[in-house]
């Protein structure tokens, strides 16, 4: 079946710093990878959507300057979180959908825990 | 995405069946009604997807009134790991592709 590898799975770093989160598509190629943050006890918020050689679209209230999202390849795209801060700190998934997959073609990733000390 | 509506908690007995109501009456002609779950620091993983028919998998039951206005997940018997929060989503593949989660149900499966 189809598998999303996300790394780091958790990730401690000091405020100011940059964290890189990579999401990668083990075994298809994704047309298109979502980015979503989850604070406790909330539901999954979309933060952007990339596209495989074009900028993301990033949703409404979200800083693009600071969540920085590349989508070099159809199997791997990035999330750096830049300068960030305690307020930053959530849990961050990634999706990527299939090119040939349809409307089951979202498969998610196991999620990345970011804590800005 | 049509909106969805679901009871924010519920409860079950280990090996008694679940059954997780979603409400989605305003769901298009298009959009199926999918369903994932979320154990607790994890991904979503996805269960079972319909559109009109009920379906039924190896891990659950779908059943979609004829009215398509809501829907029923079923977990015929209930484990302790089946313990997550349960999200109910109406999408169509004429959307922009975006998966919307609403808040979902966490469902509490106790010994």
């Known amino acids: 079946g189809a598998v999303v590898s996300q790394h780091p799975s958790w990730v401690i770093c000091k405020s100011g710093t940059s964290v890189k989160i990579e999401c990668r598509s083990l075994d298809f190629q994704a047309t298109t990878m979502f980015w979503y943050r989850q604070f406790p006890k909330q539901s999954l918020m979309l933060m952007a959507t990339?596209?495989?050689?074009?900028?993301?679209?990033?949703e409404q209230g979200v800083e693009k300057d600071k969540f920085l999202i590349n989508h070099a390849s159809l199997t791997l795209s990035t999330l750096t979180v830049t300068s960030a801060h305690p307020e930053d700190s959530s849990f961050y998934i990634c999706?990527?959908?299939?090119?040939?997959?349809?409307?089951?073609?979202?498969?998610f990733g196991s999620g990345t825990r970011l804590t800005v000390v | 995405d049509a909106k969805t509506t679901q009871p924010t908690s519920m409860d079950c007995a280990e090996g008694r069946a679940a059954n997780l109501p979603c409400n989605h009456s305003?769901?298009?002609?298009?959009?199926?009604v999918y369903w994932y779950r979320q154990i607790h620091s994890q991904g979503p993983q996805y269960i079972i997807h319909?559109?009109?028919n009920n379906e039924t998998n190896e891990m659950a039951s779908l059943i979609i009134t004829e009215d398509r206005k809501s829907s029923t997940l079923i977990l015929p018997h209930a484990t302790l790991r089946d313990t997550a929060v349960y999200y109910c989503?109406?999408?169509?593949?004429?959307?922009?592709?975006?998966?919307?989660f609403g808040q979902g149900t966490t469902l509490q499966v106790k010994p």
């Open positions: 990339s596209n495989e050689g074009s900028k993301a679209t990033y």
């Open positions: 305003t769901i298009s002609g298009n959009e199926y």
């Open positions: 989503i109406a999408h169509g593949s004429s959307n922009t592709g975006k998966l919307i």
């Open positions: 999706s990527a959908r299939r090119i040939s997959g349809g409307l089951l073609g979202y498969t």
């Open positions: 319909g559109l009109k």
